[in-house]
């Protein structure tokens, strides 16, 4: 990492590497959401709008500031294909407390540090529409990595749809690091475990964290790459579950299951404790929780 790329951070300032990071995360935010609108355009026959005369959703956009530098922007859909969905980006700059700083590599000296970012948390209204979560990331202390990953919640059993994810992604690693998927899978199943229950959240994914391989422009090339074949992978298990016929039973099981998912997040989730430890917008760190859910 490069002087421009220590300094800019404690100024705010976006330089080099760091802007063309914050430059892909908008990208990716914005195809994204284009793709989600244009499954919610092309519903016309799935149950909630024939029924319920559901009308397209559109995602509705707001943008916050951070007290100690930066800030972000919020997008949330609520439609007839998504109940909630939200494709958050931020760019956040500052010093961490001491507290925290000793948790972050190369923030052990002055806690000063830069991030940038993407996340995604889509929940469907059909229960046989698995959700679905995915960020990526580039944080900047005196060192500089990327992290992120995806992975799949089924409701209802999705063993077709869980293979069609994990194809996509592991497509995406091997284009990249021979060892990649077989590591950032594993990665994933031990990450996304809900301890006290004892069960994973769902049929996982990828998840990685800390990459530097020093070679900066590969390890971008493959964050770029996760993000992309996420939506790919998503938006075609979407399209494919989206008509399938649900009963109010399948309903009641779909809000008892949500529950593992707000457990995760509130327990165990480091983008939420990343967030709430420093001065993070609420509604954005939290926007991962499902509108509705139930518990036994």
């Known amino acids: 990492m490069d002087h421009v790329e220590k300094q800019g951070h404690l100024t705010g300032a976006l330089s080099g590497r760091s802007l063309r990071a914050a430059d892909w995360f908008q990208t990716l935010r914005d195809e994204i959401c284009a793709g989600f609108e244009a499954i919610e355009a092309e519903a016309d026959n799935t149950r909630l709008a024939i029924d319920n005369r559901m009308k397209a959703g559109k995602f509705e956009r707001q943008n916050w500031q951070r ?7 919020i997008s949330v859909m609520k439609g007839r294909v998504f109940e909630k969905v939200g494709v958050n980006i931020s760019v956040v700059h500052g010093t961490f407390s001491e507290a925290f700083r000793e948790q ?31 960020n990526t990331r580039f944080v900047v202390t005196s060192k500089a990595w990327f992290g992120g990953g995806g992975d799949l919640t089924p ?49 996982g994914g990828i998840f990685y964290d800390y990459l530097d391989s020093g070679d900066w422009e590969a390890d ?11 939506a790919n992978s998503y938006n075609r298990i979407v399209r494919d579950t989206m008509h399938h016929n649900w009963t109010e039973a399948d309903r009641h099981h779909q809000l008892v299951r949500r529950g593992r998912y707000v457990e995760f997040n509130l327990l165990y989730d480091r983008g939420t404790l990343f967030g709430l430890k420093t001065g993070g917008n609420i509604e954005a760190i939290l926007m ?9």
């Open 67 to 73: 007290e100690g530098g930066g800030g972000g922007q």
């Open 220 to 230: 971008f090339a493959f964050t770029r790459d996760v993000g992309q074949s996420f």
């Open 104 to 134: 972050i590599p190369g923030a052990e000296g002055d806690g000063s540090f830069w991030a940038g970012g993407i996340s995604l948390v889509a929940h469907p209204q059909n229960p046989f529409v698995p959700a679905a979560h995915m």
């Open 155 to 203: 409701i209802m059993p999705a063993e077709k749809e869980a293979a069609v994810f994990h194809q996509g992604f592991q497509a995406c690693c091997d284009r990249h690091h021979p060892d990649y998927y077989t590591k950032y899978k594993k990665w994933c199943d031990e990450y996304f475990y809900l301890k006290h229950r004892d069960e994973p959240r769902g049929a």
């Open 288 to 296: 991962s929780l499902p509108p509705e859910v139930r518990w036994p």
